[in-house]
């Protein structure tokens, strides 16, 4: 087994020269830091560092499950925002990147590409203005909406049922527009011929949508997916901050904004590395199997 | 084939030289950058400080220090968190000034305000602190001091380099209290703010009021009265719109209503009656702070966003007349006026600010600004260059020379003294403050001393003026200095956001009706939020209370 | 010869377009907004006249972000940054992610999954930090750059693009004497456009956004990106920012509108970039190279 191994290497050894840059990146700037994960385990004390602070086991991890008022809660807040994104907020701009891919007028096209992705560019401090203010009871324009149709108005900040939807709602609209670059990249590395063919064998227009352009989407779509689904336990908390209100916290808090308020600003490092390491682990465990169920499909997987 | 090979060589020489040009030009503007830098300092170094004897200083208003405070110019670097409205320079006019008598130079590292708390606790961590390290707070420097990263001040106090902030702390003892480590040393030094200085106030549209005959309320009953007024006039607004619904702290609506019906500061807070820490919901008077509550909010007299609301929307709301009467810093008044004379020059518009009321039965009051002010404190770094050097220009700027300059600016060009009177040469009221700023005068962590109040003119807005005298009878002194140690820092980090949090949702819930206010709910939230900690911090408070007094 | 167009094909067409247009109105809304905010009296945009049109017409927001001294430098400093690292990661993701496209290669995939690791698995802030500070990076324009060089998102869409190009392309240069190197250059990253362009674009985007990578490695002023200044302006008077102690009771006094007029400053040179890049995303660019 050996001698092959080693003409192999050989035999690409330029390969591996090439990589080197980015390998060496990796060991210095991922690897070399990966220390840090320690400090889970400790009461990390500035002042004695990471070989001199006191060991304290999984402490903080049962202290997240047992002290924590409503551990499960957080965690069930968290699945259920990345469900929700995973349902919506993830082939939304695989169908725009379809649908934009059948306009026939290319100026069009690339017009309404362009300002798809306006909002991406928008801070979110400004989008989450603009939402709250669309929702409003009084002067919102959901609400006059609605009235119009003889609906009660909703005071949908209010609700903690509505929050998951508004959520997602204003990630779409966030990210609609720039997801479908990549979609659309994808989308022109197709060979055109098979198109051709296609349409020889009697395949109609939404057949060639269906098995050849999605197609040449899927590897793309895939790795994503299963990238994606590695987050799974986490959901960054600034936008969530900037969102949620009192009468939302059934829903809206999640795992991230609670270690932010028990103390990442505090220097809590300790606590907050401990549940980081947590939601690590789960996503790992979530990837590796995705990645499995990826290959079995042969479309495409992460490794 | 041949073709296509000449045209790829081409496309790769763009690559290659576009890169190329990319990284030269970095690299240019880099000893650009560096090249200025030093030219600078050797400019200053050559030119701005004249020999000692050249300097004339009065040594009462230095406090004693003796000007140049080094022969070589030296320079310092300062950490600040930098203001959105006031750009931070290390050419500043009164930094120049300082460094052509003093000898030190400071150049300024700031971070701004947004993610400024994350560097500071990074530069903390990984002990990258630089010479000087402002916009500190007191507990940081006292559990970061020990450690090594902060300069042990008190030797040099005792040596006597330190005359101007000894005699601060001599004058103010919580200073030491607040600036004491437990090993004993001293490693940053608070900011002194004015005597007797209000932050907030209570608001309301003086020309609706007017309109209606109203008076100032004295109590709740009476704050009642004029909202059912108001609405009435105005049947589409909201009257009463709070900032913030926080249950705990300086200003918020939970927190507010709880002093005026219970006379603690806030839900968790200091009873000055009984001189303790208690939990607002296990007093008598709890009950009807929720039923009062919860009335405006049924009777519309309270907007039913309160708890939903945006700054900006709220901005919307006060000045569109949606919303009339609110809490709010006092600057709010004449910064709500000059935007609706802005948006429409011949409105009526007018926020004049109400006194502090209360329930029957109920003292009101209004707490200054502890002049003690740690959240705005310097440290030094252990391993400063020269520290006593250093050590005296953190002194010089305590000291009256140096105060001068930090509170009021550059003789001449932005203030005058007439007669022993210090007067500002800025003639609009609303932008004094502002333009001052941005020369680094009143800059918050550059302004350590505030000027005497018997010697200055501050030019204050008629607005504000009205609003110092109209809450001076109900001045009391702030609550008293307490310092945590390192158990019941711990314990406080665990409990108290997850308790406030807690708080304010179920508060919420009595004030919107979605839970009915009677005495088994109320002893329902009063067990769920002692299982959270309420009580432990409350006994907490009181042992520290303890101690502070002794 | 004409291809007939179904009934079915028209009117999905017709719906398509109607989509795409109230797409482009819940779109635009935003920016419009922000632009008509920017270039308005500020009494109008703050009591909430101001819904969609500019009123009351007046430059003054700008006037304020330009006086700014510091923003030409910091201008200067993003777009060095972003042209540098977009280069720089560009060049390194490609050189590692053709070989590991090859399935051939040993160690592939261990390679793969010591990469996907680090997406999940991080050493905290503050080991990365002191790794930077010991190499020396701190407070240069290297340390905005090369911690972030290598994106993983990117190195596995790479990856998959490269797997898709045709082993003759290769066989070909070979035997026209190309190394991999050459390989890479001439045949593969030109066939790579699209993948390439959009890397590009993302890299280019997320460092001209980006704040706290500068934040934390930066202390000159001189160096500061575009971002660090004016994130301080966007969030002004929101929670976010009352949420920090330091300030204290002196509110910051801001022109409400230079929030947008700085959102304005700081997108518009990004956001025109796309279009320019759109036309490498035509059908066939990677299939163009067999004929030849």
Redesign the interface.
């Given at each position: 087994m050996r001698k092959e191994h080693w003409r192999a290497l050989r035999r690409d050894q330029a390969l591996y020269w090439l990589m080197l840059p980015g390998i060496l990146f990796y060991i210095v700037f991922k690897y070399v830091p990966m220390y840090g994960v320690l400090i889970s385990f400790q009461n990390y004390s500035i002042g004695k560092g990471i070989w001199g602070s006191e060991w304290v086991g999984f402490k903080h991890f049962i202290d997240f499950f047992t002290r924590t008022p409503d551990a499960w809660q957080l965690i069930r807040n968290t699945l259920l925002l990345n469900v929700y994104e995973l349902l919506f907020a993830f082939p939304a701009p695989i169908l725009l990147a379809l649908l934009l891919n059948e306009l026939r007028v290319v100026l069009f096209r690339r017009f309404i590409q362009t300002v798809s992705y306006l909002p991406h560019f928008l801070s979110t401090v400004v989008i989450v203005g603009m939402v709250v203010n669309f929702l409003s009871p009084s002067s919102g324009i959901v609400n006059h909406v609605l009235v119009m149709l003889g609906i009660e108005p909703i005071m949908f900040m209010a609700e903690p049922g509505w929050f998951r939807t508004i959520y997602v709602a204003s990630e779409i609209w966030q990210t609609l527009g720039w997801g479908t670059i990549l979609y659309l990249a994808a989308i022109a590395g197709v060979d055109p011929t098979l198109y051709e063919a296609a349409r020889m064998d009697g395949a109609n227009r939404f057949q060639q949508i269906r098995h050849i352009t999605f197609v040449g989407m899927l590897p793309v779509v895939i790795i994503l997916l299963v990238l994606n689904l590695g987050k799974m336990m986490e959901i960054g908390y600034q936008k969530i901050i900037l969102l949620y209100n009192p009468t939302l916290y059934d829903t809206a808090d999640v795992i991230n904004t609670f270690v932010y308020r028990r103390g990442l600003i505090n220097a809590d490092f300790s606590f907050a590395a401990a549940v980081g390491l947590f939601q690590a682990v789960i996503g790992f465990v979530l990837v590796v199997a995705a990645n499995k169920l990826a290959r079995k499909t042969a479309h495409g997987s992460l490794w | 084939m041949k073709k296509m090979k000449a045209v790829y060589q081409s496309r790769t020489l763009r690559l290659v030289g576009g890169v190329t040009m990319a990284v030269m030009l970095a690299a240019c503007t880099q000893n650009g950058g560096g090249t200025n830098t030093t030219s600078k300092e050797a400019v200053d170094g050559g030119n701005s400080t004249p020999p000692a004897s050249a300097i004339e200083y009065d040594p009462a208003r230095t406090g004693g220090l003796e000007l140049p405070l080094s022969a070589e110019p030296i320079t310092y670097s300062f950490f600040i968190a930098e203001r959105a409205d006031a750009a931070v320079s290390s050419d500043w006019p009164i930094f120049r000034a300082m460094a052509e008598r003093t000898g030190v130079d400071i150049r300024f590292e700031p971070a701004p305000g947004a993610g400024f708390e994350e560097k500071r606790m990074l530069l903390l961590a990984t002990q990258s602190v630089t010479d000087f390290f402002g916009s500190l707070t007191g507990s940081l420097a006292r559990q970061y001091g020990p450690d090594g990263v902060f300069l042990d001040l008190k030797p040099y106090m005792d040596e006597g380099l330190m005359p101007n902030i000894k005699a601060w702390y001599e004058k103010y003892p919580d200073a030491t209290v607040v600036s004491t480590a437990a090993d004993g040393g001293i490693y940053s030094v608070p900011t002194f703010s004015e005597e007797n200085y209000i932050s907030f106030s209570w608001m309301a549209r003086g020309d609706v009021m007017d309109e209606l005959g109203i008076e100032q309320p004295g109590n709740t009953d009476e704050f009642y009265d004029m909202l059912k007024q108001m609405k009435a006039a105005y049947p589409d607004a909201y009257p009463f719109l709070p900032i913030s619904t926080a249950p705990i702290g300086r200003i918020g609506l939970y927190r507010d209503f709880a002093q005026m019906f219970t006379g603690i500061d806030g839900m968790l807070g200091y009873d000055r009656e009984a001189d303790e820490y208690r939990f607002a919901a296990e007093d008598a008077r709890f009950v009807d702070m929720l039923t009062y509550l919860h009335r405006l909010y049924e009777e519309g007299l309270m907007d039913p966003e309160f708890a939903l609301l945006q700054s900006n929307q709220f901005d919307e709301r006060m000045l569109s007349g949606k919303s009339l009467v609110t809490h709010h810093f006092k600057g709010r008044v004449s910064q709500f006026n000059s935007k609706a004379r802005q948006a429409d020059a011949s409105t009526d518009y007018r926020l004049v600010p109400m006194a502090p009321f209360a329930a029957e039965g109920v003292k009101p009051f209004q707490f200054i600004k502890p002049v003690v002010f740690d959240a705005q404190s310097i440290a030094l770094a252990a391993d400063v260059k020269q520290p006593e050097i250093a050590v005296q220009f953190l002194d010089y700027l305590y000291s009256d020379e140096g105060t001068d300059y930090t509170n009021y600016g550059i003789a001449g060009k932005n203030y005058e003294v007439n007669g022993g009177e210090v007067r500002y040469l800025e003639e609009e009221p609303d932008l004094l403050v502002p333009n001052l700023r941005k020369e680094g005068v009143l800059y918050d962590s550059i302004r350590m001393a505030a000027f005497d109040k018997s010697r200055q003119a501050r030019v204050l807005s008629p607005e504000d003026a009205a609003i110092d005298e109209l809450q001076q009878p109900y001045i009391v002194d702030s609550v008293p200095l307490m310092v945590a140690t390192e158990e019941e820092a711990e314990l406080e980090k665990e409990r108290l956001a997850n308790l406030t949090k807690h708080l304010e949702q179920k508060l919420t819930e009595f004030v919107m009706g979605k839970t009915a206010i009677n005495d088994e709910s109320i002893s329902q939230f009063v067990r769920e939020a002692n299982q959270l900690g309420a009580a432990e911090l409350v006994e907490m408070y009181n042992t520290q209370l303890e101690r502070a007094g002794e | 010869m004409k291809?007939k167009t179904?009934m079915?094909?028209r009117v999905?067409?017709a719906f398509?377009?109607t989509?795409?247009l109230i797409?482009?109105a819940?779109?635009?809304?935003?920016?419009v907004?922000?632009a008509s905010a920017s270039i308005s009296?500020?009494?109008?945009v703050?009591?909430?006249?101001v819904k969609l049109w500019p009123r009351d017409l007046t430059f003054i927001a700008y006037e304020r972000v330009f006086a700014?001294?510091?923003i030409w430098l910091s201008y200067?400093n993003t777009i060095?940054y972003t042209?540098?690292q977009t280069?720089?990661t560009l060049?390194?993701?490609s050189?590692?992610a053709?070989?590991?496209a090859?399935r051939?290669?040993?160690g592939?995939?261990t390679?793969?999954?010591?990469?996907?690791?680090?997406?999940?698995?991080?050493?905290?802030?503050?080991?990365?930090?002191?790794?930077v500070?010991q190499?020396g990076l701190?407070d240069?324009?290297w340390a905005v750059i090369?911690?972030t060089?290598?994106n993983t998102?990117y190195?596995?869409?790479m990856r998959?693009?490269f797997?898709?190009l045709p082993e003759e392309l290769e066989e070909?240069a070979r035997i026209?004497g190309c190394?991999?190197?050459g390989t890479?250059?001439?045949?593969v990253m030109?066939l790579s456009k699209?993948?390439l362009?959009?890397i590009g674009?993302?890299t280019a985007?997320t460092q001209w956004?980006s704040?706290?990578d500068a934040?934390?490695y930066l202390?000159?002023?001189?160096?500061y990106p575009l971002q660090?200044?004016l994130?301080?302006?966007?969030?002004?008077?929101?929670?976010?920012?009352?949420s920090?102690?330091?300030?204290?009771?002196?509110?910051?006094?801001?022109l409400?509108t230079v929030?947008y007029s700085t959102?304005m400053v700081a997108?518009l040179p990004?956001?025109c970039v796309?279009?320019f890049i759109?036309k490498?995303?035509?059908?066939?660019?990677?299939?163009g190279g067999i004929k030849?």
């Amino acid at each position: 087994m050996r001698k092959e191994h080693w003409r192999a290497l050989r035999r690409d050894q330029a390969l591996y020269w090439l990589m080197l840059p980015g390998i060496l990146f990796y060991i210095v700037f991922k690897y070399v830091p990966m220390y840090g994960v320690l400090i889970s385990f400790q009461n990390y004390s500035i002042g004695k560092g990471i070989w001199g602070s006191e060991w304290v086991g999984f402490k903080h991890f049962i202290d997240f499950f047992t002290r924590t008022p409503d551990a499960w809660q957080l965690i069930r807040n968290t699945l259920l925002l990345n469900v929700y994104e995973l349902l919506f907020a993830f082939p939304a701009p695989i169908l725009l990147a379809l649908l934009l891919n059948e306009l026939r007028v290319v100026l069009f096209r690339r017009f309404i590409q362009t300002v798809s992705y306006l909002p991406h560019f928008l801070s979110t401090v400004v989008i989450v203005g603009m939402v709250v203010n669309f929702l409003s009871p009084s002067s919102g324009i959901v609400n006059h909406v609605l009235v119009m149709l003889g609906i009660e108005p909703i005071m949908f900040m209010a609700e903690p049922g509505w929050f998951r939807t508004i959520y997602v709602a204003s990630e779409i609209w966030q990210t609609l527009g720039w997801g479908t670059i990549l979609y659309l990249a994808a989308i022109a590395g197709v060979d055109p011929t098979l198109y051709e063919a296609a349409r020889m064998d009697g395949a109609n227009r939404f057949q060639q949508i269906r098995h050849i352009t999605f197609v040449g989407m899927l590897p793309v779509v895939i790795i994503l997916l299963v990238l994606n689904l590695g987050k799974m336990m986490e959901i960054g908390y600034q936008k969530i901050i900037l969102l949620y209100n009192p009468t939302l916290y059934d829903t809206a808090d999640v795992i991230n904004t609670f270690v932010y308020r028990r103390g990442l600003i505090n220097a809590d490092f300790s606590f907050a590395a401990a549940v980081g390491l947590f939601q690590a682990v789960i996503g790992f465990v979530l990837v590796v199997a995705a990645n499995k169920l990826a290959r079995k499909t042969a479309h495409g997987s992460l490794w | 084939m041949k073709k296509m090979k000449a045209v790829y060589q081409s496309r790769t020489l763009r690559l290659v030289g576009g890169v190329t040009m990319a990284v030269m030009l970095a690299a240019c503007t880099q000893n650009g950058g560096g090249t200025n830098t030093t030219s600078k300092e050797a400019v200053d170094g050559g030119n701005s400080t004249p020999p000692a004897s050249a300097i004339e200083y009065d040594p009462a208003r230095t406090g004693g220090l003796e000007l140049p405070l080094s022969a070589e110019p030296i320079t310092y670097s300062f950490f600040i968190a930098e203001r959105a409205d006031a750009a931070v320079s290390s050419d500043w006019p009164i930094f120049r000034a300082m460094a052509e008598r003093t000898g030190v130079d400071i150049r300024f590292e700031p971070a701004p305000g947004a993610g400024f708390e994350e560097k500071r606790m990074l530069l903390l961590a990984t002990q990258s602190v630089t010479d000087f390290f402002g916009s500190l707070t007191g507990s940081l420097a006292r559990q970061y001091g020990p450690d090594g990263v902060f300069l042990d001040l008190k030797p040099y106090m005792d040596e006597g380099l330190m005359p101007n902030i000894k005699a601060w702390y001599e004058k103010y003892p919580d200073a030491t209290v607040v600036s004491t480590a437990a090993d004993g040393g001293i490693y940053s030094v608070p900011t002194f703010s004015e005597e007797n200085y209000i932050s907030f106030s209570w608001m309301a549209r003086g020309d609706v009021m007017d309109e209606l005959g109203i008076e100032q309320p004295g109590n709740t009953d009476e704050f009642y009265d004029m909202l059912k007024q108001m609405k009435a006039a105005y049947p589409d607004a909201y009257p009463f719109l709070p900032i913030s619904t926080a249950p705990i702290g300086r200003i918020g609506l939970y927190r507010d209503f709880a002093q005026m019906f219970t006379g603690i500061d806030g839900m968790l807070g200091y009873d000055r009656e009984a001189d303790e820490y208690r939990f607002a919901a296990e007093d008598a008077r709890f009950v009807d702070m929720l039923t009062y509550l919860h009335r405006l909010y049924e009777e519309g007299l309270m907007d039913p966003e309160f708890a939903l609301l945006q700054s900006n929307q709220f901005d919307e709301r006060m000045l569109s007349g949606k919303s009339l009467v609110t809490h709010h810093f006092k600057g709010r008044v004449s910064q709500f006026n000059s935007k609706a004379r802005q948006a429409d020059a011949s409105t009526d518009y007018r926020l004049v600010p109400m006194a502090p009321f209360a329930a029957e039965g109920v003292k009101p009051f209004q707490f200054i600004k502890p002049v003690v002010f740690d959240a705005q404190s310097i440290a030094l770094a252990a391993d400063v260059k020269q520290p006593e050097i250093a050590v005296q220009f953190l002194d010089y700027l305590y000291s009256d020379e140096g105060t001068d300059y930090t509170n009021y600016g550059i003789a001449g060009k932005n203030y005058e003294v007439n007669g022993g009177e210090v007067r500002y040469l800025e003639e609009e009221p609303d932008l004094l403050v502002p333009n001052l700023r941005k020369e680094g005068v009143l800059y918050d962590s550059i302004r350590m001393a505030a000027f005497d109040k018997s010697r200055q003119a501050r030019v204050l807005s008629p607005e504000d003026a009205a609003i110092d005298e109209l809450q001076q009878p109900y001045i009391v002194d702030s609550v008293p200095l307490m310092v945590a140690t390192e158990e019941e820092a711990e314990l406080e980090k665990e409990r108290l956001a997850n308790l406030t949090k807690h708080l304010e949702q179920k508060l919420t819930e009595f004030v919107m009706g979605k839970t009915a206010i009677n005495d088994e709910s109320i002893s329902q939230f009063v067990r769920e939020a002692n299982q959270l900690g309420a009580a432990e911090l409350v006994e907490m408070y009181n042992t520290q209370l303890e101690r502070a007094g002794e | 010869m004409k291809i007939k167009t179904s009934m079915a094909s028209r009117v999905f067409d017709a719906f398509n377009v109607t989509l795409m247009l109230i797409l482009a109105a819940v779109m635009l809304y935003p920016i419009v907004y922000v632009a008509s905010a920017s270039i308005s009296n500020v009494g109008l945009v703050v009591n909430g006249t101001v819904k969609l049109w500019p009123r009351d017409l007046t430059f003054i927001a700008y006037e304020r972000v330009f006086a700014d001294p510091f923003i030409w430098l910091s201008y200067g400093n993003t777009i060095r940054y972003t042209v540098i690292q977009t280069a720089a990661t560009l060049l390194v993701t490609s050189m590692m992610a053709y070989p590991l496209a090859k399935r051939r290669l040993l160690g592939r995939r261990t390679i793969l999954l010591f990469a996907a690791a680090t997406m999940l698995f991080n050493g905290g802030l503050i080991p990365t930090f002191l790794v930077v500070k010991q190499l020396g990076l701190i407070d240069t324009i290297w340390a905005v750059i090369v911690p972030t060089l290598i994106n993983t998102w990117y190195l596995f869409i790479m990856r998959t693009f490269f797997e898709q190009l045709p082993e003759e392309l290769e066989e070909a240069a070979r035997i026209d004497g190309c190394g991999v190197m050459g390989t890479l250059l001439r045949i593969v990253m030109p066939l790579s456009k699209p993948v390439l362009m959009t890397i590009g674009l993302f890299t280019a985007v997320t460092q001209w956004n980006s704040f706290f990578d500068a934040l934390i490695y930066l202390n000159q002023k001189e160096l500061y990106p575009l971002q660090i200044h004016l994130r301080n302006i966007v969030i002004a008077g929101t929670a976010a920012a009352q949420s920090q102690g330091s300030a204290g009771d002196d509110e910051i006094m801001l022109l409400e509108t230079v929030k947008y007029s700085t959102i304005m400053v700081a997108a518009l040179p990004i956001l025109c970039v796309y279009p320019f890049i759109q036309k490498y995303f035509v059908q066939g660019t990677m299939i163009g190279g067999i004929k030849g």
